[in-house]
């Protein structure tokens, strides 16, 4: 085979030569050299035009967006070295999206399933209970969590987190009863409400006696963890020594 010098991406047949030259060859004249060209390069140039596809970045982007809420994974996964040479051995031409991006993508993602979660309640939820509870977090700023709790229609548990989200101070109950009813109606379950669920916490019980027409009932962990609390206040000195 002859390499051509002057063009990278092409080559010498050594039979198209042949085939092109026979004729010219018994006559004495210079042989014609045949140009083909490397077909590599062009599946390397359909390759590059598809993954600027915006159809196919699209699909890309909210494949990424669904791995991030479906496994729940930070955002800073983006950043990982590991992640980043994973995607591009996947698929070298892909340029992964912003940060910003991606939280525009998972803001979408929300609304939509915002929306057919509420026709879901309207459809499905004759009865429901909820499960909250409040912390501070490490950077001091308290937060409350709400899940909703029902039987759907193949009688099959279904729970369903309504929000966690930060809650400003002073976290009494009149704010607690409050931001939870404020949730009760976003999601259209003031007819369906019937019980909560909280943890002992003096301003969880008297939040949920704000809460009209429903009972509460106490998490058992946390009672069970109480009890065992109270019990070992006799021998806190000798606990105290262990350690």
Excluded at 159 to 184: D, F, G, K, V, W
Aim: hydrophobic content about 35%; proline content about 3%; charged content about 25%.
């Amino acid at each position: 085979m002859e390499l051509n010098n002057d063009e990278d991406n092409t080559y010498f047949s050594d039979s198209a030569r042949t085939d092109s030259t026979a004729g010219t060859e018994a006559n004495g004249r210079k042989r014609r050299r045949v140009l083909v060209v490397d077909k590599t390069d062009i599946w390397g140039l359909y390759n590059r035009k598809w993954s600027k596809n915006p159809k196919r970045k699209r699909e890309c982007d909210e494949a990424l967006t669904e791995f991030l809420i479906d496994d729940m994974q930070p955002l800073y996964v983006l950043k990982n070295e590991g992640f980043i040479n994973l995607v591009k051995t996947l698929d070298p031409y892909y340029t992964l999206p912003s940060d910003k991006y991606v939280k525009k993508l998972i803001t979408k993602a929300y609304n939509n399933s915002k929306q057919e979660l509420i026709k879901l309640f309207g459809n499905t939820i004759k009865f429901c209970s909820i499960t909250t509870d409040l912390w501070t977090g490490r950077d001091r700023q308290g937060y409350i969590g709400v899940t909703c709790s029902f039987i759907n229609k193949e009688f099959e548990l279904q729970e369903i987190m309504l929000a966690c989200q930060y809650m400003e101070y002073p976290h009494t109950s009149q704010n607690i009863a409050r931001t939870i009813m404020n949730l009760i109606f976003e999601w259209g379950l003031e007819k369906k409400f019937i019980c909560i669920i909280t943890d002992n916490g003096s301003n969880m019980v008297a939040a949920s006696r704000l809460l009209p027409n429903t009972f509460r009932i106490p998490y058992a962990a946390h009672t069970l963890n109480l009890v065992v609390n109270k019990g070992l206040i006799p021998v806190e000195i000798l606990i105290a020594r262990a350690k």
